[in-house]
């Protein structure tokens, strides 16, 4: 699928993490090899099913594990060449799940804790945070319900305007006005233009509200960079009317599959929407009716592909 | 500042050029005066649910036109529309819709004029004067004036 494909030289000029050759081998799991490249003012959303190695690239890029092979680049500096940490300090990462060690700390001990490490620390920033996510900081964090918890994470690591944020299924167990909230939050802190956040998400509508970018993950394999509004405009589901005259449909721009549905209507899925309208106006074919997929819809179809191919 | 967009995600127009045909539109019209500071690119990309590459697109389109201007960390701002522009685009813009309605009509076999018949007809009704006219038949009734 090349249509909506992210090409150099797009925007892209600026990259804020850079991986390049990247290998991982493990037991039961093979992650790269891994060529990205995550431009700069822009949040960029890495998709895709279970167990597809999203947090294992999380981790790459925290440097809690290393590569077997290639290297990853992040804001400019190679990680794993010097000391991380002061790199660290200009980072902000949301972990999937919450860190059962604090679980006996209160929200002010931990943030005191933490504001030491980080120069970048604005306390003005943090204060706001707690507020508008309606957080007391005075309960333990093990005593917080899941959804508290999970937005006081989020306030601290955005406490000290990283440059590069990285969330790890950001909202698992917000609800719907907390969650409103955290989409509102996180466009705030791109308003400036300079930073950038890379998420994790299985949530169709918070890719779809907060996405510039898209990259798919499937089985340990990046599938591409996608840019949004492209991407969803080239996927396509049309129905068809050839009037009955066979078409060699597999020749479709873009031809992911095909079948008849009633009448002498053809459905024809195609990853280059506007390539194939071309394409089926030259036949003289009617085009009936078009649906874009959604996100969840277009993952479905490539994880099925690669399983095919692998 | 909430910018009165509307998109359609069905339709087959692209949603920057979507996008840019209502923001232009907006501007030339007058209804975004000259000096107006538009969202930020993040701020509109919120609002219509588009990635920052589209709405960067929108401005850097709309900018090379000249209808707006960007001034280094102040903002994006609507530049002065010339008289000529403005009689260009309040002219095109109806005129999209009239070609809108006549393919509708020409779909269905109306002739010339039957179609202009009913173009009067929607004339008569939608000019608040026309407020206690009847309408029966919509053909042929183009002549009637209606002076209040």
Redesign the interface.
């Known amino acids: 699928m090349e249509a909506g494909k992210a090409k150099e030289g797009d925007n892209m000029t600026d990259s804020v993490v850079e991986i390049a050759g990247l290998l991982q081998r493990r037991t039961h799991f093979e992650l790269g090899p891994v060529e990205l490249s995550i431009p700069k003012g822009c949040v960029t959303a890495i998709i895709g099913p279970n167990g597809s190695g999203k947090s294992s690239l999380f981790r790459l890029m925290l440097g809690l594990s290393k590569p077997d092979e290639g290297s990853l680049h992040l804001l400019g500096e190679r990680l794993g060449e010097r000391d991380d940490a002061s790199l660290m300090t200009r980072i902000g990462y949301l972990p999937e799940g919450a860190i059962e060690l604090d679980d006996r700390l209160s929200g002010e001990a931990k943030a005191a804790f933490v504001r030491q490490w980080y120069p970048g620390w604005n306390e003005a920033v943090y204060r706001e945070l707690l507020r508008r996510f309606e957080i007391n900081p005075a309960l333990k964090l093990g005593r917080m319900s899941k959804g508290m918890r999970r937005k006081y994470d989020l306030s601290l690591a955005l406490a000290h305007q990283p440059e590069l944020l990285l969330l790890d299924e950001p909202s698992s167990g917000l609800d719907p006005i907390a969650w409103k909230t955290m989409i509102d939050v996180l466009h705030r802190y791109m308003e400036r233009g300079d930073r950038t956040i890379v998420m994790a998400s299985h949530i169709v509508e918070e890719v779809r509200r907060l996405a510039d970018y898209i990259v798919f993950i499937v089985q340990g394999r990046i599938l591409g960079i996608y840019e949004k509004d492209a991407l969803l405009a080239s996927w396509q589901t049309m129905y068809a009317d050839a009037g009955g005259r066979d078409l060699a449909w597999q020749q479709m721009p873009g031809y992911r599959s095909g079948e008849m549905s009633g009448g002498t209507v053809y459905k024809v899925v195609t990853d280059q929407a506007f390539e194939a309208e071309r394409w089926l106006d030259a036949q003289s074919v009617t085009v009936i009716n078009r649906q874009k997929l959604e996100l969840d819809e277009i993952l479905v179809q490539l994880t099925e592909q690669a399983r095919g191919v692998l | 500042m909430w910018i009165p967009i509307q998109l359609n995600?069905?339709s087959?127009e692209?949603?920057?050029h979507q996008i840019e045909v209502q923001l232009r539109a907006l501007i030339v019209s007058g209804q975004l005066p000259e000096g107006t500071l538009l969202p930020?690119?993040?701020?509109l990309?919120?609002q219509t649910?588009?990635?920052?590459?589209?709405i960067?697109r929108v401005y850097q389109d709309l900018e090379n036109e000249g209808l707006l201007r960007t001034r280094q960390g102040t903002g994006t701002f609507v530049a002065q529309v010339d008289g000529q522009q403005r009689d260009n685009q309040r002219r095109s813009a109806v005129m999209t819709a009239i070609e809108t309605a006549a393919e509708a009509g020409l779909r269905v076999h109306y002739t010339d004029d039957e179609l202009i018949g009913m173009l009067r007809e929607a004339l008569l009704r939608m000019r608040p004067a026309a407020g206690e006219a009847e309408h029966g038949s919509g053909q042929g009734e183009g002549g009637r004036q209606h002076d209040g």
């Open positions: 995600e069905q087959a692209p949603l920057y930020s690119i993040r701020e990309a919120q649910k588009c990635s920052v590459i589209t960067r």
